[in-house]
């Protein structure tokens, strides 16, 4: 649960995950990026950017 600006209370969060691949230095990297929404009114939240190397 975190608190949502526009329900203007806790609530739960629903998540989606997306892959990316991208450049650096000549090298390819994989990026996870992880969207957090308010499950109520869908209102965005936050992100996190996972850098992925296996």
Not at 1 to 21: A, H, I, V
Not at 28 to 40: D, M, Q, T
């Amino acid at each position: 649960m975190d608190y949502c600006p526009k329900c203007q209370k806790e609530q739960n969060l629903r998540s989606s995950e997306e892959e990316r691949e991208k450049k650096v230095k000549g090298k390819k990297k994989k990026v996870i990026i992880r969207s957090y929404h308010c499950e109520v009114c869908n209102t965005f939240i936050k992100s996190e950017k996972i850098d992925y190397n296996p």
